[in-house]
């Protein structure tokens, strides 16, 4: 029943990038496999952009390769027409209009529909005479998301696109992206904070935590991939102690914790033994897993990578 | 579709197993395509594939080439079947669990399983 693995669009191998003294990414190696939406989750200064900015041949990396399409993206024109890049807060020429910023986007993207990014333009009620840097932040996210959508590049990246908008627009967002990928589908990453929003968009899903990948797996098996379970406070240590424990708390004589499981056969005993048992969403697998590395524990604010990101973009 | 309930796939297929089940998708009646599953459910095209891909490896839906995919002929008779079979698991054991936490007998359940069913 499993379906063949489709070729990889994108792949990096053991990639390593270095800013300074400062490691943004270290040993990342993963591919994104055509035809699919994977969302790249972690927290601020994880490495998330540098990942993007490195597929899109903004920068090279300091060891390791990273391929799309075939061939390395960095001054690669024949490559880079097919990636399209959504940069969190994107810049246009002073004098650009919206218009002209889509028409310049018109002329990069062999695929790029005009109909569609009329449409998107008239659903998001966006002027298309003003100048996109008079424009709010939400506004600016709305270009973005035209320009990301209507490209219809083999290879679409979006970097936290909804910034300023609303619950509404960003709901137009997933509707109109869920709508137009299922009728021509492509690669689609997409950087966000808010898995709970798009977690069922996701086909799969790549954790990466201080620039190192600590989950890159299917979303659907990551549903199934964790419970968690309540019960008496032994009880559930004893449960905990034998599985891969992710994640707990205790209070009073009851506790919660989330634990990594292996099937039904677990999920069995778990409530052969009187535990309630839930499934886990991404959301909260997520969180577990990421607070669970040693430099969570130690520390709670990441230093340094955040700022260097936003320097060096 | 509920992203705290497990695997979306699995879902999509117990809900077209649900409307075959009581009738609202008749047997040899077309069943709906990914695309539309996947917009109405606000998920992933792939995930809605696989929930149908489940009903066809287990015989529930049929696939025509290039037309889609069909109820198939005596696939509310199989799930009937296979719904009795869980029955007890899924239902009678919790209900057992918590008569025994409450400390009421098999005697009083039945009883108000009679009640209950006067009732209506």
């Known amino acids: 029943m499993t379906a063949p693995p489709t070729p990889a669009v994108a792949t990096l191998r053991d990639v390593t990038m270095r800013f300074r003294e400062h490691t943004a990414l270290e040993g990342v190696s993963t591919a994104f496999e055509q035809n699919t939406i994977t969302g790249l989750l972690g927290r601020n200064g994880a490495g998330k952009t540098t990942l993007m900015q490195l597929l899109s041949g903004h920068r090279v990396p300091t060891a390791g390769r990273v391929e799309v399409l075939g061939a390395g993206p960095y001054e690669n024109d024949r490559v880079l027409r097919h990636i399209c890049f959504i940069k969190e807060g994107q810049r246009y020429p002073d004098h650009f209009r919206v218009r002209d910023a889509l028409a310049a986007a018109a002329m990069v993207f062999p695929g790029w529909d ?190 340094g990578p955040a700022e260097l990101e936003e320097v060096s973009s | 579709m509920n992203e705290d309930a497990g695997p979306i796939f699995r879902q999509v297929a117990a809900e077209i197993e649900n409307a075959i089940v009581d009738g609202s998708l008749a047997e040899e009646s077309q069943a709906p395509s990914s695309n539309e599953l996947a917009a109405f459910h606000r998920i992933n095209p792939a995930t809605a594939a696989k929930g149908l891909n489940q009903l066809v490896a287990d015989g529930v839906l049929t696939k025509r080439r290039g037309v889609g995919m069909f109820v198939a002929t005596g696939a509310r008779e199989q799930l009937l079947k296979r719904r009795r079979g869980e029955f007890a698991d899924q239902y009678v054991r919790p209900l057992m669990t918590e008569a025994q936490k409450l400390g009421i007998s098999a005697g009083e359940l039945a009883a108000m399983i009679d009640d209950w069913t006067n009732q209506r």
């Open chain 1, 114 to 303: 005009g109909d569609l990014a009329a449409d998107l333009v008239a659903d998001f009620d966006l002027p298309a005479k003003r100048p996109v840097n008079k424009l709010s932040r939400g506004m600016n996210s709305m270009v973005g998301i035209v320009m990301g959508l209507a490209s219809r590049a083999p290879l679409t990246l979006f970097d936290e696109p909804y910034l300023g908008l609303d619950a509404v627009a960003r709901q137009m967002f997933y509707d109109r992206l869920l709508a137009d990928y299922a009728e021509h589908p492509r690669t689609i990453v997409l950087s966000t904070h808010l898995i709970e929003e798009i977690a069922s968009l996701l086909e799969r899903v790549l954790l990466i935590d201080r620039g190192r990948v600590l989950l890159d797996a299917d979303a659907e098996s990551l549903r199934d991939s964790a419970v968690t379970v309540t019960g008496p406070a032994e009880t559930v240590q004893t449960f905990a102690r034998q599985h891969d424990l992710l994640h707990t708390e205790t209070l009073g004589g009851s506790s919660r914790a989330v634990v990594r499981i292996s099937g039904a056969t677990d999920r069995r005993a778990a409530a052969a033994q009187g535990l309630a048992v839930e499934p886990t969403n991404l959301q909260q697998l997520v969180v577990a897993m990421t607070l669970q590395t040693p430099a969570a524990r130690g520390q709670h604010h990441p230093t």
